[in-house]
């Protein structure tokens, strides 16, 4: 049995049994961890607050050769993003969030950068980062941590710069017009707009991103370009985007 520490963000739990839980953690020097969390739905006082949805804890576990379930022994509570989840069109993005890491990420693959990546946007979030802006910022930088996406300001076929044109493709990256022949199918043109939010989140914190709010919501370019591409890379379709939609359309509808 090997015990194990590290800092974490909870990403999903689910029922076992009538008192355990399925845990699934995003580990900063450990990658996707998933354990069991004995009598958790039953006693309040060993796990508190810290199964709540991208809650960061410091995660105690022990592993045992050949198990794809591991024991959780401890979840000690460092931040919780809870508050703002009251908010519909948040919570929902937290969820997209949740669901963008569990896919990427890979048992015993160390994932630091991208712990950092997901706290940082969730730090935004919490301070008034439009959710769609959130998620795109996350969406882009996965796909550029996996190396996924090449720079976006060359197109990603022949290398040639690109200043006022592009096309988003979710599976090829950004073309020129020329590359753009032989792959044109699902492609979207890029705006000035959608090129200055790339332009930014290559070289801004997330939450510099506010004054890009409007290129990130659904419908254009970036969502054909980021979220397309997170989808080709999982090879599948996630789920919570369309629970996102559906919240800030009612929330936008709100008098």
Known sequence: MRHRTDEAY??????????????????????????VAPSARKSRKRFGGTL????????????????????IEDLELVRSYAPMQAEPARQA?????????????????????????????????????????????????TLRLHGVLSDPSACADCGAPLDDTGWASPVSG???PDC??????GARRLQPADRAFLRAAAGSPPAAMQAHAAAARPGGALET?????????????LRTYRHLLERSARQAAEP
């Open 93 to 141: 993005a937290c969820a997209v969030l949740a669901e963008i890491f569990r896919a990427v990420a890979r048992e015993d693959q160390p994932e630091p950068q991208g712990f950092r990546l997901l706290g940082a946007v969730l730090d935004a979030l919490e301070g008034g980062l439009d959710p769609f802006a959130a998620v795109r910022y996350a969406e882009y930088w």
């Open 180 to 185: 753009l022949k032989s792959r044109s199918v």
């Open 174 to 176: 950004v073309l020129c």
């Open 225 to 237: 370009l980021l979220r397309g591409g997170v989808e080709a890379f999982v090879e599948r379709t």
């Open 52 to 71: 709540e949805p991208l809650t960061r804890v410091r995660a105690t576990w022990n592993e045992k050769p050949g198990r794809e379930l591991h024991r």
């Open 10 to 35: 909870v990403l999903a739990t689910q029922e076992l049994g009538e008192a355990d839980a399925i845990v699934t953690l995003l580990a900063e020097h450990t990658g996707l961890v998933r354990g």
